[in-house]
């Protein structure tokens, strides 16, 4: 059972364009929710994370959108540049154990 | 952020060896965990190393295939037994300390 499903599986975006990755999850007992970026022969690096007690995180041009209800949360990239392009995966985790369940991933590559 | 430093960064094995992996990070955390990355695949959790006490394995792994050591709380180890070229992974290390989870830089091995 995938717990976390994330689209789309790649997706091409213009230099200075938005990138949308979408999430949905479906244990109601994940309380945290981060994103990672990973670079070819690297680990994946935390990106950026969120609570379900708030709608909205931003960093710099990311940004992290999250729909309780809906179970749904999404990460935003603004003015997208060459340098995004990577693989982003979204993850859910919770209660004490500290697991993390990631989604399949998202190869993003931003043209010049 | 954390830094997590895992040893050896690539590794080519003959089917039916095994091999260490070291991992180090630089302060004590509570809670260390083993991933493996299939090729362009997502992340795996293979088990949950505790100090003190046996690791804590998900389904599909079994410690006979995957020992874990964790003398301490800066340190772990895994070891790929016997292996086989569908063990051809990266296999990551993680801690996770308050609420985020930080990532090692991944062994790459390749079984031939």
């Known amino acids: 059972q995938q717990q976390v499903k994330q689209s789309p599986q790649s997706l091409i975006v213009q230099k200075g364009g938005i990138s949308i990755i979408n999430c949905a999850y479906e244990?109601?007992?994940?309380?945290?929710f981060p994103w990672y970026q990973q670079f070819p022969g690297k680990g994946p690096a935390l990106l950026i994370a969120i609570r379900p007690d708030v709608s909205e995180k931003k960093e710099g041009r990311f940004t992290i959108s999250f729909n309780k209800s809906a179970k749904q949360f999404s990460l935003h990239i603004m003015d997208s540049q060459p340098g995004d392009s990577a693989t982003y995966f979204c993850?859910?985790?919770?209660?004490?154990?500290?697991?993390?369940?990631f989604g399949k991933g998202t190869l993003l590559t931003v043209n010049p | 952020s954390a830094v997590i430093s895992q040893k050896p960064s690539r590794d080519i094995c003959q089917r039916g060896t095994s091999l260490t992996i070291q991992c180090q990070v630089d302060?004590?955390?509570?809670?260390m965990f083993w991933y493996r990355q299939q090729p362009g695949q997502s992340l795996t959790l293979i088990a949950t190393?505790?100090?003190?006490?046996?690791?804590?394995?998900e389904s599909g792994f079994v410690i006979d295939k995957f020992p874990i050591s964790r003398p301490n709380l800066t340190f772990s180890t895994l070891t790929v037994s016997n292996m086989s070229p569908e063990d051809s992974s990266i296999y990551l290390c993680s801690e996770s300390r308050n609420t985020e989870a930080f990532f090692g830089q991944g062994t790459r091995l390749t079984v031939v």
């Open positions: 244990n109601t007992a994940f309380d945290y």
């Open positions: 993850a859910g985790r919770g209660g004490s154990n500290y697991k993390l369940t």
């Open positions: 302060s004590q955390v509570t809670m």
């Open positions: 190393a505790n100090q003190g006490s046996e690791a804590t394995y």
